[in-house]
């Protein structure tokens, strides 16, 4: 199976201020057929199921506002929150869709 | 407008099994596999497999693999996850989600609280 870490575990950033979250997968997640990258990520709030943002690596879902990026390529992902904001408090997750039998990274906390 | 509604709470004793179901409308079910994902409080998403509506081919997790069951009626648009032998450690929220294009899952269940508990 392929395997996602992500780091940091957790992270405090001011209002306004850059997040950055970091995901590695253990095998490059490049699908040869489209040169995309078969990674997503989400955010989850308490008590809700997680929310999609980005497929592909990078593209974002309709609705989710543009402060949210991704980006990355291979083994190493990025998702970005260029000013956070209050409503932004959540844990992310990065997930791999490369092969039939997915898996999820651990999760980073993001906090102010 | 949820697309994926799933069975409300449960309470299974260690040893017993447990069927969760998770109801589409608002789309063509056949269209869109349906993945099944669970989380124990504190913890990530746990990925448990896969179910194609449409032909009913499956995919689990080598975890799951003889204890779990994914299965569709395709009448009611309802899928279904079923986990045997339950332990103390498969407690946690069960999620059903719909897959969209090549594997992201772009509507989620509002999770199932399994708790097992003699």
């Known amino acids: 199976d392929i395997v996602m870490t992500q780091s940091p575990d957790s992270l405090a950033v001011s209002l306004g201020e850059r997040a950055s979250i970091n995901c590695k997968s253990s095998q490059s997640l490049l699908h040869s057929s489209s040169n995309k990258n078969s990674v997503a990520w989400y955010q989850q709030k308490p008590g809700q199921p997680p929310k999609l943002l980005i497929h592909?690596?990078?593209t974002r879902e309709s609705g989710v506002p543009d402060r949210f990026s991704g980006s990355g390529s291979g083994t190493d992902f990025t998702l970005t929150i260029s000013s956070l904001q209050a409503e932004d408090v959540a844990v992310y997750y990065c997930?791999?869709?490369?092969?039939?039998?997915?898996?999820f990274g651990p999760g980073t906390r993001v906090d102010i | 407008q949820v697309p994926l509604v799933q069975s409300g709470a449960d309470v299974k004793k260690p040893g017993a099994s447990v069927k969760v179901s998770c109801r589409a409308s608002g789309y063509t079910f056949i269209s869109h596999d349906i993945h099944w994902v669970r989380q124990a409080t504190g913890q990530g998403p746990e990925w448990m497999g896969w179910?194609?509506?449409?032909?009913?081919?499956?995919g689990y997790a080598e975890k799951f693999q003889g204890r779990v069951i994914m299965t569709r009626n395709t009448s009611i648009t309802t899928a279904y996850m079923e986990l045997s032998s339950l332990r103390s450690e498969d407690t946690a929220v069960y999620y059903c989600?719909?897959?969209?294009?090549?594997?992201?899952?772009?509507?989620w269940g509002q999770g199932t609280l399994v708790t097992v508990s003699s």
């Open positions: 592909w690596a990078s």
């Open positions: 997930q791999q869709y490369q092969t039939s039998l997915f898996t």
């Open positions: 179910m194609n509506p449409y032909s009913g081919t499956t």
């Open positions: 989600a719909r897959q969209y294009g090549s594997g992201w899952l772009d509507f």
